[in-house]
């Protein structure tokens, strides 16, 4: 095995999350572009962790999410941002924003649940749509009679809302306040999607405090 010196190493990492087309694991850092060199697990963490502080003045910052890391940019600077996009950010239905809610904070739940804690039937253009966009699917199916689907979110999910786990989703208590603003703006990352990371989460309802942390 190559030795590299720290120097070497801080910058073909920086620019191996630069160039990423997707969020890049340390896992997959050391069978790519550190395959042929001898760097230990403390000495990677530390080289990551610089990166991570070198940024956090910056307008682009280096964060780690479920799939890995990515740098992306300031949510301040949204507002800004947002212009270099021509395409408007996605603006989601208050329906489907607290049936995400609902199975973010309950899941794995079935849609009859969903149904019984809003009080109406879930749309199946929702269900669909949330699964299209690979932010919800089946885990698995309840046993009681007719097995109805458990729906759950996925890693997509907390990618877009640049959580590591469920356990960082914001508190019923922190959705309160949120729901309360008038004026929200989407997050920019440096990939080339829609000028939205983040989503509106202003409008997302949390019917219950309870988190599962086992995605």
């Known amino acids: 095995m190559k030795k590299i010196n720290s120097t070497q ?17 340390k896992s997959q850092l050391r069978e790519t572009v550190l395959a042929e060199f001898a760097v230990s697990e403390k000495m990677l963490n530390e080289t990551i962790q610089a990166l991570i502080l070198d940024y956090q003045p910056r307008g682009i910052q280096l964060v ?9 940019s300031l949510d301040a600077l949204s507002p800004w941002l947002s212009v270099l996009w021509q395409e408007s950010a996605p603006r989601y239905s208050r329906a489907m924003l607290e049936i995400l809610a609902l199975i973010a904070y309950r899941q794995p739940i079935t849609r009859g649940e969903i ?3 809003r009080g109406v039937a879930v749309s199946s253009n929702i269900i669909k749509t949330l699964t299209e966009r690979e932010w919800i699917r ?3 199916h309840k046993e009681v009679p007719g097995r109805p689907a458990l729906y759950a979110t996925t890693k997509a999910f907390l990618d877009y809302f640049s959580l590591r786990s469920l356990s960082e989703l914001p508190s019923a208590e922190a959705f309160a306040e949120m729901v309360q603003e008038d004026d929200h703006e989407p997050g920019v990352t440096v990939q080339k999607e829609a000028p939205s990371v ?3 989460r202003a409008n997302v309802i949390a019917e219950d405090k309870s988190i599962s942390t086992n995605e």
């Open 64 to 72: 780690e999410i479920a799939s890995g890391y990515r740098f992306q």
């Open 198 to 200: 983040v989503m509106d």
């Open 9 to 25: 190493l801080k910058q073909l990492v920086e620019a191996t999350f630069f160039v990423a087309d997707k969020p890049v694991t």
């Open 115 to 117: 149904e019984q804690v």
């Open 138 to 140: 089946v885990v698995g």
